[in-house]
């Protein structure tokens, strides 16, 4: 049986699934490797300002191991220098030969173990998140560094290209990576969870923004992640303030260092009252928002390379109004289907949208929110899984 690794630098919510799905559906030999307690351990999170720990199952259902980290294990993920696992040098040496897949090269040990990997016999996958459209927008030099250091060096290590959508796609094609290794690995959520939360949720929302405390009739706006700069969450306020729409409530789920701006400007612009923040919520708890909402937004900018906010928010049947630069716009948003994609910083432009989407009929919405869940059924941990069948059956 082929031997298919997993290398992540901590155990992360979003990923777990899949090794789970892999080792359930017993075409591999599935390991994951793990660099950080960070995760399943209380640590701080510096962009949400507090200590987080998951509350869903991060280790049942697969085999995994941590590596020591001799930056210390319970430091929190950082910059590349704070995973430093040699003993992946060890591991990967005693192992039978098989496909390493390696989540990103932004740590010293990914980069460690890509190389060494290469070196001991074994085929090396990436996935990583980088993004054509924010790329294009750094400078020349760093453009031209990237490439000589990756296209021309790192990646000629590299047999295959897991990109998690389109603009990871032509990110690798710029980097001079040809089609034929290329792989889909779409970015998603557990669809099956957070659809069977929908589908207990949907017929009880009156009685579930009761228990939220959001009032019954009003048109809700959702936000949901941190609140930091990357994500833009004061464009959303000020477009909310200008659309004017009756009735409306803008729900900010998350948690960060731009609470007290959004607070402030709340206050300056005399809609307090209708601006909720609900500091940070854990994953078993999340879905009654998306279930209690009308329409989601995210609004980042440079830094956001997916945005798996949105893949929650689809699987609830949600419309959604992505800015161009969150990295899932160009795949999850079908515009005038299951909602719209607007200029990032443009606060009117969302503003007009945010008055459109809110003005339909309550049927004409429930239809875009079954358009968005049609669209995020295929990004998912089987396509991933059953993609990765097709590539490495010859392997």
Partial sequence: MKRLVFLYSHPIQYFAPLSRLAHEDGAFDVWTLYCSLQGVEALPDAEFGQVIQWDVPLLEGYRSLFLKNWCGDRRPVGGFWSLINFGVLKWLWQQPKGVLIVHGWGYFTHVLAIVAGKVLGHRIGLRGESNWQHEQRAPRWKRRLKRLLLGKGLFRLVDYFLFIGEENRRFYLSMGVSERRLIFAPYGVDNTRFSSLWAALRSNKV?????????????????????????????????????????????????????????????????????????????????????????????????????????????????????????????LCRPGVNGFVFPTGDVEALAEHLRYVLALPAEDRDAMGEASRAIVARYSYEVVLENLKQAFRNV
């Fill in 207 to 331: 009685s579930l923004r009761r228990r939220l405390g959001l009032p019954e009739s009003a048109l809700v706006v959702l936000f949901s992640g941190k609140l930091i700069a990357k994500k833009r969450p004061l464009d959303l306020l000020e477009a909310f303030y200008s659309a004017n729409i009756p009735n409306a409530l803008l729900v900010y789920v998350g948690e960060g260092a731009l609470r007290t701006a959004l607070e402030a400007r709340a206050q300056e612009l005399g809609i307090a009252g209708a601006v909720r923040i609900t500091g940070f919520v854990n994953q078993s708890a999340i879905g009654q928002y998306y279930a209690a909402a009308d329409v989601f937004v995210m609004c980042s900018g440079i830094g956001e390379t997916w945005g798996l906010s949105t893949n929650e928010a689809m699987n609830f049947g949600l419309p959604v109004l992505l800015s161009d630069l969150t990295g899932c716009a160009a795949d």
